[in-house]
C-alpha cells in the first residue's frame, strides 16, 4: 500500500527542517518539500540537497517570482496599501502565491494533505490556509506548531542538534527571518523586548543611514497605468526593475523600518523590515497619482488603501471583496502615466519631480504671475457661498446670546424677545 503524500511548504530552515523528520515520525508519510523562490537569496540547490538528506521523498523549487511581483505586488502598490501606516507588507504579499503554488503542486503529485511551519501565534498560518481553502477546500493541513511538543524554538533547536539535522540557528543568533524580492522581516531574539534599540548589525540587504554616502542618488521611474516599466529610461521586466530599485534603495539605507504591529491574532508583534525597492516605488507611485487624480478620488482611494491593506495582512486575497477593491484600484489607474524623479539620500527617499501626459496640474491657473485664465475677483462669490453654513450658525449664535452686532449681519434693526424685527 503506498504511503500517504504531504506537500511540506519548505525553506530549509529551523522550523522546516525539523519538521521533515517529525512528518515522517508522527504519518509514517512521503515528503515532497516544496521550496518557493520568491526572490530570496538562496542557493536552492543546496535547500533541496538538504530536504532530501533530512528524508524528503522529492525536493521541487519553484520560481514564483515575475507572477509574485505582477500578480500581487503590482496590485497592492495601485492601491497604495500600507498596514497600519508602516508596513509594505512583505510577507503577506508572498503568502497567496505560495499558497496557490502549494495546491498546484499537490494536485499534481496526488497529495491530499498540505503541511506548513507556521506558528500558532502568528499571520501567516490563517495567510496560507485561507489561500489553499479558497483553492481547494478538501485538502487536509497539518501544523506542527499547533500540535508537537515543542514549545519554543530553542526546543527545536536541540532536537536539530539530537537528529544531526544541519541548521544555521543557534540560541544566541535565533531572529526569525522572512526575505523575497520585495523585502526581508526580522522577528525573535533581542527584538521581543520593544526597548531595545535594534543592532546595526541586523541588516542584511541595507545598512544604517550614517553608512550611506554623503552624495545623493538620483533615479528616475516611468509608469504605465500605476505599473512601474522602466528606470532612468531604461525599460525592464518586473524581476530586473524591483532587483535594480532594491540595489539602489539598499545602497542609500533606504526603507528600514522598526514597529510594533497588531497581528490578526490579536497580540501586537514587533519586527525590523528592510524594504529598499518597495519603499522607492510606493513613494514615487504616490506623488505621481498626486499629480494626476482629482481630489475626490484621492480621498476615496485613501480610505480603499487601508481596507486593502487589512484584506492582504488577514490572508483575504482570494476574496470577492478584494477583487471588487482591485477593480476600483485598476480603475483610477487608467492615466496614472508618467514620470517621477527620485531622490535618495541617507535613508530617505523623496520625489523631486514628476511629469505625465494626464497631469491635472495647469502652470497657467496655479501660477502667481499675471494670467488671463483666472480672475481672482471670482473667489469672492465662491468664499461667500462656501462659508454660508458657518455664517449663518454664528449668526444664530449671536441672536440666541443677544449679541447686538448679529443685528448688522443680515441688514435688520432691532432685537424682540430674541426675534431679528424690521
Known amino acids: 500500500m503506498a504511503k500517504e503524500k504531504i506537500v511540506l511548504a519548505y525553506s530549509g530552515g529551523l522550523d522546516t527542517s525539523v519538521i521533515v523528520k517529525w512528518l515522517i515520525e508522527q504519518y509514517d508519510a512521503e515528503v515532497i518539500a516544496v521550496c518557493m523562490n520568491a526572490g530570496q537569496?538562496?542557493?536552492?540547490?543546496?535547500?533541496?540537497?538538504?530536504?532530501?538528506?533530512?528524508?524528503?521523498?522529492?525536493?521541487?523549487?519553484?520560481?514564483?517570482?515575475?507572477?509574485?511581483?505582477?500578480?500581487?505586488?503590482?496590485?497592492?502598490?495601485?492601491a497604495d496599501a500600507i498596514y497600519e501606516g508602516d508596513y509594505l507588507l512583505g510577507t503577506a504579499m508572498a503568502r497567496p502565491p505560495m499558497g496557490r503554488k502549494l495546491v498546484e503542486i499537490a494536485e499534481q503529485e496526488g497529495a491530499f494533505t498540505i503541511c506548513h511551519g507556521c506558528t500558532g501565534k502568528g499571520n501567516d498560518q490563517v495567510r496560507f490556509e485561507s489561500a489553499i481553502k479558497s483553492l481547494n477546500p478538501a485538502i487536509k493541513i497539518i501544523a506542527p506548531w499547533r500540535i508537537w511538543d515543542f514549545k519554543s524554538r530553542e526546543d527545536l533547536i536541540e532536537y536539530a542538534h539530537k537528529n544531526e539535522i544541519p541548521i544555521a540557528q543557534s540560541t544566541e543568533k535565533i531572529y526569525s527571518r522572512d526575505e523575497n524580492i520585495w523585502h526581508i522581516s526580522h522577528e525573535g531574539g533581542n527584538l521581543e523586548n520593544p526597548w531595545n534599540e535594534h543592532k546595526p548589525d541586523i541588516h542584511v540587504l541595507s545598512m544604517e543611514p550614517e553608512e550611506a554616502p554623503d552624495e545623493p542618488t538620483y533615479v528616475d521611474i516611468d509608469f504605465e497605468k500605476g505599473i512601474p516599466v522602466a528606470i532612468d529610461g531604461e525599460k525592464l521586466d518586473p524581476i530586473s526593475l524591483l532587483t535594480k530599485l532594491n540595489e539602489l534603495g539598499a545602497a542609500n539605507a533606504i526603507g528600514t523600518i522598526d514597529i510594533v504591529e497588531d497581528r490578526l491574532v490579536g497580540m501586537k508583534s514587533r519586527g525590523v523590515y528592510e524594504t529598499p525597492g518597495g519603499t522607492i516605488l510606493y513613494t514615487a507611485h504616490r506623488d505621481l497619482e498626486k499629480l494626476i487624480l482629482d481630489r475626490d478620488t484621492m480621498s476615496y482611494k485613501a480610505l480603499v488603501a487601508q481596507k486593502f491593506s487589512e484584506i492582504l495582512y488577514d490572508g483575504q486575497w482570494f476574496t470577492p471583496l478584494r477583487e471588487a477593491i482591485s477593480a476600483f484600484v485598476d480603475s483610477t489607474q487608467e492615466q496614472v502615466t508618467g514620470t517621477v524623479r527620485m531622490k535618495l539620500y541617507k535613508g530617505t527617499a523623496w520625489p523631486v519631480a514628476s511629469k505625465s501626459p494626464y497631469t491635472l496640474y495647469n502652470e497657467e491657473f496655479a501660477t502667481f504671475s499675471e494670467d488671463e485664465v483666472y480672475n481672482q475677483e471670482d473667489a469672492e462669490g465662491f468664499i461667500n457661498l462656501f462659508s454660508l453654513p458657518m455664517k449663518i450658525r454664528a449668526i444664530q449664535k449671536q441672536t440666541r446670546e443677544g449679541v447686538p452686532e448679529a443685528q448688522k449681519a443680515l441688514g435688520k434693526k432691532t432685537i424682540k424677545g430674541g426675534e431679528f424685527i424690521e
Open 41 to 78: 537569496r538562496e542557493d536552492f540547490d543546496a535547500v533541496e540537497k538538504k530536504a532530501l538528506a533530512t528524508g524528503a521523498s522529492k525536493a521541487i523549487t519553484c520560481d514564483i517570482r515575475e507572477e509574485f511581483i505582477t500578480d500581487f505586488i503590482y496590485p497592492t502598490i495601485k
